[in-house]
């Protein structure tokens, strides 16, 4: 396991995260604690005080739960502006991706974007995902989702879920390399390297650490992929040495998916390479109650961009009133900590999690409400909620 890591500025990161998660000698509860070390070093678009942030509304029910997010924001009273990016079905082919250059200008320039679920590129041979390019350009290398049981979801197949899902977020199955070399057969490169595993599992044990969990486990598939898959294992192995108040578990990714569907509370923070995050995620989802109920953050150096936590367009409910909002409202709530405007994220968070305990739900979740009915819900909590105007309302932190 004589691994070479001698990246001078991975150790650099370290080090700030180190000094953020620390800060009174106190983790940061409810959010993901080690991206702090990217908030504090962006300096954010703010014009006459207020955040802009880009929205990128995608396909499928994504406009809709956008709208919803419009409305709760302004009942909340909070100082965003949002610089919306449409990226309309390039199912015709275009040599140059203009709608997606200038959403990836935006975000560069705002540091912090909301989407939904965005369309792919191209067609037959020239399918691109867009998700994947917004990764790869802004070097989002690292995905968190954090599934948690959520309080009154009647389809919850376990109830005390809390899991933090950490996934490397731009190499491995997802570098697109692929290629047809003759007729009737296809190739896929995966690629690892230490750097980037180094620089995700330095993330998961900090996370670990400033949060107080007590173990990372590391998924992978080194029987079959012994050479990609097992330089990521002794990477992260490497760096767990540096952290000898976190144990480290080292399973295969067949049976984590079993272990966590027999029993997850044993799990603290998965760590896992890209494509076994997909599925895994895809559990976690299943095990709280469903794909609309969890958010989920690509972080890198230059940007943060939030999301539902499963990435489902919801075609098939699109335009019918029943998609459920919950995932967004919590990426919206987590964008709102990363920006600074703590006091409103931990109000609508509040609001989200009163609403489902009295019994205002959506279909998918066992309930009866439509998403207007539950926004609305969110809303008039909100509204209840806020005090007179103090500006520590919004920059204090909890």
């Known amino acids: 396991m004589a691994i070479p890591l001698a990246h001078t500025g991975l150790r650099l990161q370290s080090a700030v995260l180190r000094r953020m998660l620390h800060r009174s000698g106190q983790p ?16 954010f678009t703010k014009y006459g005080g ?16 956008m709208q919803g ?27 140059v991706d203009e709608p997606f250059e200038h959403a990836v200008l935006s975000i560069r320039r705002n540091k912090v974007a909301l989407k939904g679920n ?70 896929s490169m995966k690629v690892v390297t230490a750097a980037a595993s180094e620089r995700v599992a330095r993330f998961a044990f900090e ?27 002794d990477v992260a192995l490497a760096v767990g040495s540096e952290y000898p108040e976190v144990d480290v578990d080292v399973m295969s990714v067949g049976r984590c998916c079993a272990d966590l569907l027999h029993d997850a ?13 997909v599925y895994l995620g895809a559990i976690l989802s299943g095990l709280v109650g469903g794909p609309g109920l969890l958010a989920g953050t690509n972080y890198g150096p230059q940007a943060a961009v939030f999301e539902p936590g499963t990435r489902n367009k919801g075609t098939d409910i699109q335009g019918r009133g029943v998609a459920n909002p919950v995932g967004m409202l919590r990426a919206a709530a987590d964008l709102l900590h990363f920006v ?26 066992g309930g009866h409400s439509s998403t207007d009915e539950f926004i609305q819900d969110v809303c008039d909590h909100i509204v209840a ?14």
């Open 265 to 277: 509370t044993p799990f603290s923070v998965v760590l896992t390479p890209n494509l076994y995050g």
């Open 69 to 95: 997010v419009r409305k709760v924001f302004a009942a909340a009273g909070v100082p965003v502006d949002f610089e919306e990016h449409v990226l309309p079905d390039l199912a015709r082919g275009a040599d």
């Open 207 to 233: 996370h670990a650490r400033g949060q107080r969990r007590p173990r990372v486990t590391v998924v992978h598939n080194k029987a079959t992929l012994p050479r990609s898959d097992g330089l990521f294992v």
């Open 340 to 365: 600074g405007q703590r006091g409103s994220a931990a109000l609508l968070r509040t609001a989200v999690d009163s609403a489902l305990r009295r019994g205002t739900a959506t279909h998918d979740i």
């Open 118 to 187: 965005i369309e792919i590129k191209g067609r037959g041979e020239n399918l691109v995902s867009r998700t994947v390019q917004l990764r790869r350009v802004l070097d989002l290398y690292v995905y968190v989702m954090e599934a948690r049981s959520q309080p009154g979801v009647k389809t919850a197949r376990q109830s005390d879920v809390d899991v933090t899902l950490v996934r490397q977020n731009t190499e491995g199955e997802y570098f697109m390399l692929e290629h047809s070399p003759v007729r009737g057969a296809a190739e």
């Open 385 to 398: 909620a806020r005090r007179p105007w103090d500006p520590h309302t919004f920059q204090s932190s909890f």
């Open 28 to 43: 940061v509860r409810g959010v993901h604690s080690a991206h702090h070390a990217v908030a504090d070093g962006l300096p």
């Open 50 to 65: 207020r955040h802009t942030v880009t929205l990128l509304p995608g396909v499928g029910i994504g406009p809709e739960l």
